[in-house]
């Protein structure tokens, strides 16, 4: 796979010339410019991705040959890159500089050259005239792997040293950079202090950004970062990668954030939402208990020794987070998460969990090792070789614990394990040891959970909004996930005995797959009734023409007439399917929007066409009505259901109209919008600048074999999507069925009746359902969303009833079903099953909302 992206590095001859200054300006320059950037890391530095954050609203991340693998670098940096305009890699050390011993290994020349991405250096210039040019040339041409492309004079004094300097180097000058006490940057005994623990960082980063943009010039660097050759790689996903899932229940995994626990990487949670659990952070200088329900703990580096005041204050968590480890909930702790689950640090108290004490010191520790595991641990098995990197000013006595060591290093035991328990000093990036992540998911999710306190009133997830993904951003919404998805959102279980595994790609698991022999079917929304025999005989008609390519425009025609629209505002599709692939694939958007819960199928088209979706909840709490206002305002595509799937909300127009933005598309999914009486709230009929309505024929006229769906809307965008749609797409009977239905004079009174019967049968359904106790979401759609209580879903298909599970759907867990709306019949005997399923399990259906 090839894929194209513009990118540069920021490298320099020797440490102390202003790498990070320049590169993290250079990020936020370009952010400000209105450019979506991504920023990385050479090295395993966790210290500056933190300031390429703040600069560019994304996580930072890192490439690192010795922590991940050669073979990932190319990977990594186009995950990260996902949906940005550029990439700017900030380089580490001098630009040849890596491991002593190796040849470069992992120095910013290794990783350029893996990623043949182009070299822009930096030289502090404020010593020095015409001896830059020397030292440029000689930077130029040692490595001829190494595509150095122009150099950035940092520190500039006068304008007529900076002439000289530029006339001794065959290099393009991309600019002089001044001196600025404004942004200088306070130090920590390990590096820089990182950006979360600078009240002032966002300001700095703002100054860096105007700084770099005033003295830089812009459009030079990113004509040179657009130079750079497409990738022959594919984008990491950390699906593929922690290949296993957990099963059942998504395991609670608390992960330590806050001003003391700043070191992780954003791929760690990355990888373990992937493997099915619900990843969520806590503080551990303010809070006073463990998240509810945690089964799992990741405590990752940091400087708790700045705040061991603070942490040994707060005895609340600290009891907790002990009683937890000791009742063995699955813990992994390292360097500071090692630290604080120690005895005592510097003389305070702190967790007590792992028998040792730590104390600062003068001695730096700092290498780049190979580790091995001595035996099975939670991480590792026996052997199991991982690389890693430690730097730290500490000392923990004793070195290692009675259960055994972590790792061995260099012949030397380190750290503290037990079948539950991993502490240790090594930083270990898991996208290069995905195994880790896989083990500890697995472990998280066969424990039993911690006991902790009583959750506050109203959870995140019941205030909607956007949902953030990763530890970075704070700064940035991900991903997530899939980068970006919310926390809680796929819980999911593949339908079998006791819930089941989770699907393979919980964002494609539709109603078809719950239905088998011998179930009744409430799990598919397609209306429960004979299809008109007018449409058969239009079906039938169609496959005379089976001979000759199908042709549209009659569709169009009968379509555009239908929504008294312009022929030139209609596209006949493949059903909504491949309308939602035209979608994805029609912009290269910088932040997409998918409103949910909502029908999966536009996120998993955007994610596969390789778009960082930003998910927006609709929640419980608000009977899962859309607030404009959480959409964030730089999206510039907005997907989002009307009347809603799974939920059945029917959003105003007027909410939808408040969506609108120049520059910004909005696609609304209207696939059901034909089973509303009258459409109300429809948008298909109206003129509207950059807004698109999907619709699909397949549910209200029976007919899901023939994928008949349109698009209507903004003429410019019609034209866009058409372009990208493939030839022939759209078959002739799909042709027909879209006239038929359309233009038909018998439709427009079929499908009102349609409409009407629906209605009937979902009162009938809403009615048996809260006399059995239980409130179902009010619904204007063909199905009904209830929360009946965890393993209900499958006690109904062991009673012969499939219903459609919806933890597969964001935002919702298992604890809610999606039943479809059938004649009274159908109704009565789910219901018949629905009781003697409460009977046989009244606790389950105890814990409805």
């Known amino acids: 796979m090839v894929t194209a992206l513009p990118r540069v590095m920021v490298a320099a001859p020797m440490t102390g010339q202003g790498k990070t200054t320049v590169a993290t300006g250079l990020m936020a320059a370009l952010r400000a410019a209105g450019h979506t950037v991504s920023g990385h890391k050479v090295g395993p530095d966790y210290i500056d991705p933190g300031y390429h954050a703040l600069a560019t609203g994304r996580p930072g991340r890192n490439l690192d040959p010795h922590l991940v693998g050669e073979d990932r670098v190319a990977p990594l940096l186009l995950h990260g890159a996902r949906g940005a305009d550029a990439a700017v890699v900030e380089g580490v050390m001098g630009l040849h500089d890596g491991r002593i ?42 490595d001829p792997s190494v595509d150095v492309v122009g150099v950035i004079l940092n520190r500039a004094g006068s304008a007529r040293n900076t002439a000289e300097i530029t006339r001794s180097t065959r290099l393009p000058v991309l600019g002089a950079v001044p001196h600025d006490e404004r942004i200088a940057r306070p130090s920590r005994h390990l590096g820089l202090v990182p950006a979360a623990e600078r009240a002032e960082s966002e300001r700095v980063v703002a100054r860096l950004g105007e700084h770099i943009a005033a003295h830089v010039d812009l459009d030079a660097v990113l004509e040179l970062a657009r130079s750079a050759p497409a990738l022959d790689a594919r984008p990491w996903d950390p699906a593929d990668a922690v290949g296993s899932r957990t099963g059942g229940r998504r395991p609670v995994v608390a992960v330590a954030q806050g001003r003391a626990f700043t070191f ?32 799992g703990i990741y405590l990752g580096g940091g400087f708790p020794e700045v705040y061991a005041g603070s942490l040994a204050a707060n005895r609340s968590l600290a009891a907790e987070l002990g009683e937890a480890v000791r009742d063995g909930v699955p813990t992994v702790a390292e360097c500071a998460g090692l630290l604080y689950l120690a005895r005592s640090l510097d003389g305070r108290p702190m967790v007590g969990a792992v028998r040792a004490d730590a104390r600062m010191t003068d001695r730096l520790t700092l290498r780049y090792p190979e580790a091995v595991s001595p035996g099975d641990t939670l991480l590792a098995r ?112 593949a339908p079998g005995p006791s819930g089941g595994a989770l699907p393979a790609d919980p964002l494609r698991h539709h109603g078809d797959a719950e239905t088998g022999d011998g179930l009744l079917d409430l799990a598919v929304n397609v209306y429960a009734g004979p299809r008109p025999a007018w449409l058969d005989r239009a079906l039938h008609a169609s496959l005379a023409d089976a001979a000759a390519y199908p042709d549209p425009r009659p569709a169009r025609a009968a379509i555009a007439h ?93 909410v939808l109209r408040a969506l609108r933005r120049p520059g910004r598309l909005l696609a609304v999914d209207e696939a059901f919008m034909d089973a509303v009486p009258g459409e109300p709230e429809s948008l298909a ?30 003429p410019a965008v019609v034209r866009e999507l058409a372009r990208g749609q493939t030839p022939w797409s759209v078959s002739a009977p799909a042709v027909a069925a879209m006239v038929a239905c359309t233009a038909d004079p018998r439709a427009a009174a079929e499908a009102a009746e349609r409409a009407r019967t629906l209605d009937g049968w979902r009162d009938t359904l809403e009615a048996g359902l809260r006399r059995a106790g239980l409130e179902p979401v009010p619904s204007r759609a063909p199905f009904v969303l209830v929360r009946v209580g965890e393993g209900v879903h499958t006690r109904l298909r062991a009673g012969g009833v499939a219903v459609r599970r919806a933890d597969t759907f964001p935002g919702l867990d298992a604890s809610w079903v999606r039943v479809a709306v059938r004649p009274p019949e159908a109704t009565a005997r789910f219901l018949a099953v629905l009781e003697a399923v409460a009977e046989r399990s009244a606790p389950a259906l105890s814990a409805r909302a």
């Open 264 to 295: 992780r990487y954003p791929e760690t949670e990355e990888l373990l939402r992937a493997a099915g659990c619900d990843v969520r952070a806590f503080d551990p200088l303010t809070d006073t208990g463990l998240p509810a329900g945690t089964r």
């Open 562 to 654: 239908h929504h008294g629209r312009g022929p030139d505002a209609v596209l006949p599709t493949a059903g909504a399917a491949e309308a939602f692939t035209l979608l994805a694939r029609l912009r290269p958007w910088r932040r997409p929007v998918v409103v949910h819960p909502q029908f999966t199928e536009p996120h998993a088209a955007l994610e596969q066409a390789g778009h960082r979706v930003t998910p927006v909840l609709c929640t419980a709490g608000d009977g899962f009505a859309l607030r404009p206002e959480a959409v964030p305002e730089d999206a510039d595509l907005v997907v989002v259901g009307n009347p809603t799937n799974p939920t059945g909300v029917l959003h105003p127009a007027r």
């Open 382 to 493: 026996a052997g199991e070789r991982v690389t890693g990197h430690e730097f730290h000013r500490t000392r923990v006595t004793p070195e290692t614990g009675a259960d055994g060591p972590a790792w061995e290093i260099e012949g030397a035991a380190e750290g503290f394990a037990s079948p539950t328990l991993h502490a240790s000093y090594l930083h270990v990036h898991w996208a290069g040891h995905p195994r880790l992540a896989a083990r500890f998911a697995e472990a998280a999710a066969s424990g039993a959970p911690a006991a902790t306190a009583p959750a506050a009133p109203g959870p995140p997830a019941d205030r909607g909004g956007v949902v953030h993904t990763s530890a970075a951003s704070a700064a940035v919404a991900g991903t997530g996930a899939t980068p970006g998805l919310p926390d809680g959102a796929h819980t999911g279980a």
């Open 685 to 714: 009929g109206e003129e509207l600048e950059g807004v698109v309505v999907l619709r699909s024929l397949t549910k209200h006229w029976s007919i899901p074999g023939i994928r008949a769906g349109y698009v209507v809307g903004d």
């Open 101 to 142: 011993g190796t040849g470069g290994f992992s120095s910013s020349a290794h990783v350029a050259a893996l990623t043949r991405t182009p070299v822009v250096l930096v030289v502090d210039v404020s010593r020095m005239s015409r001896s830059a040019g020397a030292l440029l040339a000689g930077m130029a041409d040692y």
